[in-house]
């Protein structure tokens, strides 16, 4: 009987053995199963309010007409009716992509000046290059960068391509390089989103990354064809960036009339500003100065009666008119400040560079946009106060298709004010065309 016994309780242990190792490995894998359940809908409801994500849900992926196509590992959009508006620093973006990596690649929707390329057909050593980004040893470099809201804080590096473009545009792009924030649009994204046929292509001229075997550089025209052009043409630039993947939205949903928008501060350039019954745009924001330029064309003037000089103590010199007569027009010329303006030219003996654009400056409280100014208006056909080549002759004017044109200095002109103010000033209002700052 005892040995009966005994094998009874062998099995009875055995069994309440085995029954908690089916119990722990139930409560084992049950639990590692809620856990990555529970994890990957954190996972999904953290990713439900990032950039990329609205993309997607508000843009349906399609194979053909116009809409977001998957091209390999990408999500590309392609022609002209698309939902990728976004606001970013004050400006208005269009989505070229969402990269493999979840990141937004971004281009301007339209040019936000006109620059001439410069001497060297090298675009690193371009004064595009230099205009769009901080560049040691180069003073005044990256004056767009400067434009931009916490850009370490929102953007990752673009990639961006340096090829020589041979007779065939559909080969792939075989050096890219990524070591710029910001840069320009080069032809490889151009013809993924259906070049001519694309939103970039919006009637206005803009220079490409690429130049051609003939070392030729490259524009986009007016129809959106790819042209070849020399490096002393002044041509619209359209920055290019790229939005980080951990970016979540704030509001709208990609639509030209709800872009996607994201940014925690507040910002001041690309905004608008109410001084008594006059609009102006803020075109800068340094040291608690703005500086800001008039949302619409003042008058039709002649630049000077014999030169491109902005000379205040002609009378018959365009900055005489505006420290003087349109300065006296003004009900609050008391809270403008005397600025620094740029009237020098891009030439010299050396050739044209970059750094000449900060070699003549003049004091004043009224002076006119300059050539590496923003401009964040839609008006065309006015003076710039860029000295010329030809001092006695011409003077540089902005055409909003992207162009920077040469007018006789004597010809009648639109003239767009420039104007400086502390941010203090600023009472009331979010920036916004309904709702405007107010200084009082």
């Known amino acids: ?11 009875l242990l055995f069994n309440v053995v085995s029954i908690i190792f089916i119990i722990g490995c139930i409560l084992y894998f049950g639990g590692r199963l809620t856990y990555y359940y529970l994890d990957s809908k954190k996972v999904i409801k953290q990713e439900s309010n990032l950039i990329f994500t609205i993309l ?30 976004v606001e970013y620093s004050g400006y208005i973006w269009r989505v070229i992509k969402i990269n493999e990596n979840k990141s937004v690649k971004l281009i301007m929707d339209k040019p936000i000046t006109s620059l001439i390329y410069g001497d060297d057909t090298n675009y690193n050593q371009s004064n595009i290059s230099n205009w769009l980004n901080e560049v040691e040893g180069i003073g005044g470099s990256g004056l767009f960068f400067s434009t931009l809201n916490n850009p370490y804080k929102y953007l990752s590096s673009t990639e961006y391509c340096l090829d020589i ?30 070049l001519d046929k694309s939103f970039v292509n919006n009637e206005k001229v803009s220079w490409l990354l690429e130049k051609d075997k003939e070392d030729n550089l490259l524009y986009i025209n007016e129809k959106g064809n790819i042209l070849k052009t020399n490096n002393y043409e002044s041509l619209g630039v359209k920055p290019v960036i790229t939005i980080n993947q951990r970016i979540n939205v704030k509001s709208g949903n990609g639509s030209k009339e709800l872009p996607i928008k994201f940014e925690d501060e507040k910002v001041y350039v690309n905004k608008i500003v109410k001084i008594d019954n006059d609009i102006w745009n803020i075109i800068e924001d340094k040291d ?9 064309i003042n008058n039709t003037l002649a630049y000077s009666n014999k030169t491109s000089k ?7 010199n365009i900055a005489y008119y505006l420290n003087n007569t349109f300065l006296n027009s003004l009900t609050y010329k008391d809270k403008l400040l005397e600025g620094t303006f740029y009237n020098s030219e891009l030439s010299d003996e050396e050739g044209y560079k970059y750094i000449n654009f900060f070699n003549n400056k003049i004091k004043a409280k009224v002076g006119l946009l300059n050539m590496i100014d923003i401009k964040n208006n839609d008006l065309t056909d006015y003076y710039l106060m860029n000295l010329t080549s030809k001092l006695g ?3 540089f004017v902005y055409n909003n298709s992207g162009k920077n044109n040469e007018s006789l200095v004597n010809a009648k002109k639109g003239i767009v004010p420039v104007i400086f103010i502390n941010k203090d000033n600023i009472k009331e209002g979010s920036g916004e065309l309904n709702n405007p700052y107010v200084v009082k």
């Open 1 to 11: 009987m005892a040995v009966k016994k005994m094998k009874m309780n062998w099995q």
């Open 56 to 85: 997607k849900n508000n843009n349906p992926i399609v194979t053909e007409a116009d809409g977001l196509y998957k091209i390999k590992n990408e999500l590309v959009f392609k022609g002209k009716e698309v939902k990728n508006y």
């Open 165 to 194: 473009l041979d007779e065939d545009i559909n080969n792939k792009c075989k050096n890219e390089v990524k070591d710029q924030l910001v840069t320009i649009l080069n032809i490889d994204d151009y013809k993924t989103m259906n």
């Open 288 to 296: 608690n100065i703005l500086k800001l330029s008039l949302a619409k």
């Open 310 to 316: 902005f000379d205040i103590n002609n009378y018959k």
């Open 393 to 395: 002759e011409v003077a």
